[in-house]
């Protein structure tokens, strides 16, 4: 099982980019899908992106389309989410989760292995 740690995020002016970044630790990342979740004050936590165990595939919910790229590096265990012309409505608290030979899930239950989140916050 790995566990993982969020870094990377921050303040940024709308328009500006932030590159989160995930790292694991344990045994056997290659084998698990991973996703970004992120939950803004009052709302319910959202999908973002994910990415297949294999790298092949990647997903998006539609509003990041565009403007975030999810990616992968097994051998330093570390995914990152990149994310370009911010927008307020970006801001939110942002969490990496790990699916074991998951699909590459937007749902959340799916995940089992969560971290303990980093803060965006975006400025108008």
């Known amino acids: 099982q790995v566990q993982l740690v969020e870094s990377g995020g921050g303040l940024v002016q709308a328009g500006g980019s932030l590159r989160l970044s995930c790292a694991a630790s344990?045994?056997?990342?290659?084998?698990?899908?991973m996703g970004w979740f992120r939950q803004a004050p009052g709302k319910e936590r959202e999908f973002v992106a994910a990415i297949h165990w294999s790298g092949g595939n990647t997903y998006y919910e539609d509003s990041v389309k565009g403007r975030f790229t999810i990616s992968r590096d097994n051998a330093k265990m570390t995914v990152h989410l990149q994310m370009n012309s911010l927008k307020p409505e970006d801001t939110a608290v942002y969490y990496c989760?790990?699916?074991?030979w998951g699909a590459g899930s937007d749902y959340e239950g799916n995940y089992d292995i969560w971290g303990q989140g980093t803060q965006v916050t975006v400025s108008s």
């Open positions: 344990g045994r056997l990342f290659s084998t698990y899908s």
């Open positions: 989760a790990a699916d074991q």
